[in-house]
């Protein structure tokens, strides 16, 4: 999904490096080799090294796995794949309505594309990691041999409550990862009760810490506050200081300091950005063009949004009721459809979109708006 | 396991010797030529559509030499109700073709359950509902399948929040549908542009339609409808001082009853209350929760024995609006901000006599 992640905080980790003359970490050394037990493949996230993270809702658990891929690409061309999920059915040998493309996520340094795909869609669905070439080759990426970790993403209080017919029916949805500042972050949304828990899980993986709740001022007036989840998140530096932008399930865009996010405590977030109706964020990349930054943000179905960050930094936190104030975006009206967005290169976006209603789902770069 | 039928055998294959078969043990089938001579090449293919495509992506697997046989292993098990085309192309000479049907086994048809909350008038600001089914189902197309309308006017745009992972339990067979938080929130934009999904005083349908899929891709039995009334929003934390314990006789296994004066959240009612004794030791028993979720029953598994106990609620419990022990769903941060407190858990002691 999302991300130009591994980019933005590869800025921090390098200034962290030099500041205290630390040796570089070895993130591989800390990963066992063997096969990577996963019980489905969702939301996930390139770190350091080509590691990759998987959110393996299932389980309830992260696993980071050493891809190996690490030779950095020569210049990548388009890239198109027409029909991609039919494509991936016949190699799975299943049928196209039993293939469910989870996530997305480019290596930022192979610009190999990596995908979570579902091969069936009932509980028992079998989680396949798929890479796709540069050149466009789709092929296994096997999880029977590599280096890999996981942790238990630690569960709410009451998570192992039984229901009337002895069952735990709990579960978390992990809806977005961001590698940044040696920390995984993780979103994730419970099937029972309605509660915002973003965890920052410290890689390499020792245990998971319990989640900063965090809570934020909603609104137009900053008025009602909830507990509501995050959706989806970018890691991105304002001043140097490191920020996740942040996309709640009722919409708002939210910025706080990662410095804020500390166990157990609750963060207040400053709203940057209003979302209207029918705005479902489902990822987020940040980039420049002709000197300036922008947010691309793809909605469920209903078009991206691109928004400037240019006063991202003047907002402060709203304590009082204030006028409107938040970003203002432009919608790319000819992006609908889009399924899967992530930073290919400097000048293009991979996407999964069914561009035309009723055509094929296409993977393919498209220019940078 | 499943038995494969071999459904054509085309050009040459019928009369050459070499034959593809299928075969399988447990969970495991493979593909199998025998006399297979060295250099042929053997591939398996979705067969979606009659005739090879000739650039038709065959299916992940091992080919290997078995005695005088060439084996194909699929990558992954072959999948009931599809057809499978195994070319084998030997090294001269025609090439063998054969298909495959993977059969479907029986199974009983797939109904909706239940869906919780079970009462017919619900809060403007209703957080949840949960469709319970019998058996597992698909993801990937809950809110095609799932419809709000608004009586007497008709569908009710976007009503849930729709989220590509869909909130499923770990079995398949619960799936809980959030009302969009942005349109039961206060004060937000897209409730301000398209108005609160639910609005007091009207009533609504909720469609289940039937061609929901199940987890083996069949529909169910029918469509389900649940038609409800709405009322007034409800803001106020549930207060556990306001419920009711009837405590059960000594050395009886009666249930313990607790009485609410509105619906708890079904899932949360069922699972986040806890019963022990007073050094913290849970009472071993089961959980009913019936009256429209207003009543929820403790029966423990020995019977009673004389003492003080204690009802342990944990603080995520929610009323059906979302509002937890302690803490309203949304809270006013210009004029509440004393109802932020959050407790743990609530206590709730009883005797048994």
């Keep these: 999904m999302t991300v130009s992640r591994f980019r933005l905080c590869a800025f921090a980790l390098f200034s962290v490096a030099v500041a205290f003359g630390a040796a570089a970490i070895d993130y591989s050394a800390s990963l066992k080799a063997g096969k990577a037990e996963l019980k489905s493949a969702g939301a996930l996230a390139f770190g350091p090294d080509g590691i990759l993270f998987v959110g393996d809702s299932v389980s309830a658990a992260i696993v980071a796995i050493d891809t190996g891929d690490r030779k950095a690409a020569a210049k990548a061309g388009p890239l198109e794949i027409k029909a991609v999920n039919e494509k991936i059915a016949a190699l799975l040998g299943t049928a196209p309505d039993q293939i469910l493309i989870n996530d997305m996520v480019v290596n930022p340094i192979s610009r190999n594309t990596y995908l979570a795909v579902s091969r069936g869609r009932g509980p028992e669905a079998t989680p396949v990691i798929l890479r796709v070439t540069p050149a466009g080759k789709i092929e296994e990426f096997s999880l029977d041999n590599v280096k890999s970790a996981r942790v238990a993403i630690p569960n709410a209080p009451d998570a192992q409550a039984k229901d009337a017919r002895g069952a735990n029916r709990r579960m978390e949805a992990i809806t977005d990862l961001a590698f940044v500042d040696g920390k995984v972050f993780v979103a994730g949304l419970s099937n029972e009760e309605f509660a915002s828990n973003l965890r920052a899980i410290p890689f390499p993986f020792r245990e998971a810490d319990k989640g900063a709740n965090v809570e934020i001022y909603h609104g137009q007036h900053g008025r009602w506050e909830t507990n ?5 998140f970018v890691p991105y530096e304002i001043k140097k200081e490191a920020h996740l932008l942040a996309a709640y399930t009722c919409t708002p865009l939210v910025k706080f300091p990662i410095s804020t996010l500390k166990p157990g405590t609750k963060v207040v977030g400053t709203t940057i950005a209003e979302l209207g109706n029918r705005n479902r964020p489902l990822d987020m990349i940040i980039y ?27 907002f402060g936190a709203i304590t009082q009721q204030t006028e409107r104030q938040g970003l203002s975006y432009e919608t790319i009206p000819e992006l609908k459809g889009v399924e899967q967005l992530d930073k290919y290169d400097d000048s293009s976006a991979l996407i999964v979109a069914r561009l035309v209603e009723g055509g094929s789902l296409d993977l393919k770069t498209i220019a940078l708006p | 396991m499943r038995r494969a039928v071999a459904l054509a055998c085309l050009a040459a294959a019928c009369a050459a010797a070499q034959q593809i078969r299928l075969e399988s043990a447990g969970a495991r089938s493979w593909f199998r030529v025998e006399g297979a001579a060295p250099g042929g090449r053997l591939a398996v293919f979705v067969d979606t559509a009659p005739g090879a495509s000739p650039d038709a992506t065959p299916m992940l697997g091992s080919s290997r030499a078995e005695g005088g046989s060439l084996v194909f292993d699929p990558r992954f098990p072959l999948q009931p109700g599809l057809r499978y085309r195994a070319e084998f192309r030997p090294a001269s000479g025609p090439p063998v073709i054969a298909t495959f049907e993977i059969p479907r086994p029986a199974a009983a048809v797939t109904r909706l359950e239940h869906v919780y909350p079970s009462a017919d008038r619900l809060p403007e600001n209703q957080l ?11 993801r990937g197309e809950a809110y095609r399948r799932v419809q709000l309308l608004e009586n007497g006017r008709g569908p009710v745009e976007l009503p849930f ?27 937000l934009l897209p409730r301000r542009e398209a108005g609160p999904a639910l609005e007091a005083g009207k009533s609504y349908t909720l469609v289940i339609d039937g061609a929901f899929l199940d987890a083996s891709s069949r529909p169910l039995d029918q469509e389900y409808r649940k038609t409800f ?29 607790l009485e609410l004066p509105e619906p708890m959240d079904q899932a949360l009612l069922e699972s986040l209350l806890e019963v022990t004794d007073l050094r913290g030791q849970a009472v071993a028993g089961s959980v009913e929760v019936d009256r429209q979720e207003t ?3 403790f029966r423990p598994a020995a019977p009673w024995q004389p003492g003080n106990y204690i009802v342990l609620v944990g603080k995520t419990l929610e009323d059906l609006a979302g509002n937890s022990i302690g803490r309203p769903f949304e809270v006013d941060v210009f004029e509440r901000v004393t109802e932020r407190i959050a407790r743990e858990t ?3 002691p009883f005797a048994v006599r």
């Design chain 2, 229 to 257: 009334q709405v009322g007034p929003a409800d803001r106020d934390p549930p207060d556990p001082k306001t419920w009711r314990l009837g405590p059960p006789s000594a050395a009886s296994t009666e249930p313990l009853s």
């Design chain 1, 288 to 314: 420049k063009k002709a000197g300036n930054e922008y947010i691309l943000m793809s909605n469920s179905s209903r078009g991206v949004m691109k928004m400037s960050t240019e006063k991202i930094d003047t």
């Design chain 1, 228 to 232: 509501s989840p995050v959706r989806t």
């Design chain 2, 128 to 138: 949840k509902l949960y469709l319970h089914f019998s058996a597992p189902m698909s």
């Design chain 2, 161 to 187: 929040l729709e989220l590509a992972e869909e909130l499923w339990d770990p079995d398949g067979k619960r799936l809980t549908l959030l009302f969009d938080p942005g349109r039961v929130k206060q004060d």
């Design chain 2, 346 to 348: 609530a206590r709730l």
């Design chain 2, 295 to 297: 009543r929820w029953r």
